[in-house]
């Protein structure tokens, strides 16, 4: 009879337990006391020329100091035996005790229970978008997709992080803990289902080998990457990245053009939700819009008095942009809508032109 054979996926999540729960120490207290068991029953087997029942009941009475008699008068060898014995099963009874209460007093079941829960919500999850790294880029970048409404799976190694925002947002992250450069990391975050990444780790180098590993598991996933090193931007782009930002160096330019176009930058801040006056940009696909305003003009659909918003550009089905399009403008399948305006319009907006799905 074949021995019965587990997935790979499934064995990479039990090591991943093993690993973060610590349960090496756990599993080690039940070996020791399996040990100091069959021990006991040899020992009288040998000593005492127990049968084997006999040998087992002595090893109970003796292990949980119940106080029973003896079966049979001990011989001095026997009596010596138990004595030793009786020590070695409170120091082994007082060391598994306390790994039983760290795992039950100190949160570890509770948080192999969360991680459980945890696991079974990313395994739902599809058209989702995976953030690597939870620095101060990665944590911004996952407080913007939440704020907009996306699903959002976390990759990160450093638990303390994540321990931490959880603590001050009172939000359960998803998040899977590893090295997001591992092939097994990405596809327990559901790389294969996603429809962005976002790598926004430390390390440059480590940045292309997610963007070359997530760019293998999903060729049609969306890829945005952090870089430092301007020489870091063309190899992180041949590895197979959408775009690349690189957060100094729009943070330079940004201060200098507070100087030069101040009023601009204000109003960028506006739409980039940094001022006190936030507005929002939304996108809508032409296939997204209700029935009844598809095939009409962009002077037809009358969006600036009907929400308050405003058509700011027009995406062609070609790839091309249309900045501030004409009125007389007829959208058809395949165009997207750049729309401006403040939280309140674009929610009307989206009322009143947004398909349900």
């Known amino acids: 009879m074949p021995l019965p054979t587990f997935p790979p996926a499934a064995l990479r999540y039990l090591r991943d337990i093993w690993h973060r729960f610590n349960l090496s120490r756990f ?101 989702h978008v995976i953030v690597c790294g939870f620095g101060r880029n990665g944590r911004k970048a996952y407080h913007e997709l939440r704020a907009s409404g996306a699903h959002v799976v976390v990759v990160e190694q450093n638990e303390v992080l994540l321990k931490e925002a959880t603590e001050t947002t009172g939000e359960a992250i998803p998040v899977v803990y590893g090295d997001a450069t591992l092939d097994e990391t990405l596809r327990a975050a559901g790389v294969d289902r996603a429809r962005a990444l976002i790598t926004a780790l430390p390390k440059d180098a480590d940045n292309v080998f997610v963007t070359l590993t997530a760019r293998e598991l999903a060729p049609g996933i969306t890829i945005v990457a952090r870089a430092s090193l301007k020489s870091s931007e063309t190899k992180l782009l041949r590895a197979g990245a959408d775009s ?26 506006m739409i980039s939700g940094l001022g006190p006056n936030k507005l929002r940009l939304e996108e809508l696909r032409y296939d997204e819009l209700r029935p009844e305003w598809r095939g009409l003009s962009i002077r037809d659909l009358n969006i600036r008095s009907r929400t308050g918003a405003t058509v700011i550009g027009l995406k062609h089905q ?40």
């Open 27 to 127: 599993v080690g207290a039940l070996s020791l006391t399996a040990i100091s068991f069959a021990a006991g029953v040899v020992g009288f087997m040998w000593l005492e020329k127990f049968t084997f029942v006999d040998a087992f009941y002595m090893t109970m009475i003796t292990v949980s100091t119940v106080g029973f008699g003896e079966l049979h008068p001990l011989s001095p060898a026997g009596r010596l035996f138990v004595s030793f014995y009786i020590f070695f099963n409170l120091l082994m009874l007082a060391y598994l005790l306390s790994v039983l209460t760290t795992y039950i007093f100190d949160g570890g079941l509770r948080s192999m229970f969360a991680m459980l829960r945890n696991d079974q919500e990313i395994r739902r999850y599809s058209d």
């Open 244 to 269: 690349v930002v690189m957060p100094d160096e729009i943070g330079g330019s940004h201060m200098a053009n507070l100087i030069t176009r101040p009023e601009v930058i204000r109003f960028l801040d």
């Open 318 to 357: 070609r790839g091309e942009f249309t900045v501030s399009p004409s009125a007389d403008i007829i959208p058809g399948p395949g165009d997207i809508f750049l729309f401006l305006g403040t939280e309140a319009q674009i929610m009307t907006l989206l009322d009143q032109f947004q398909q349900l799905s």
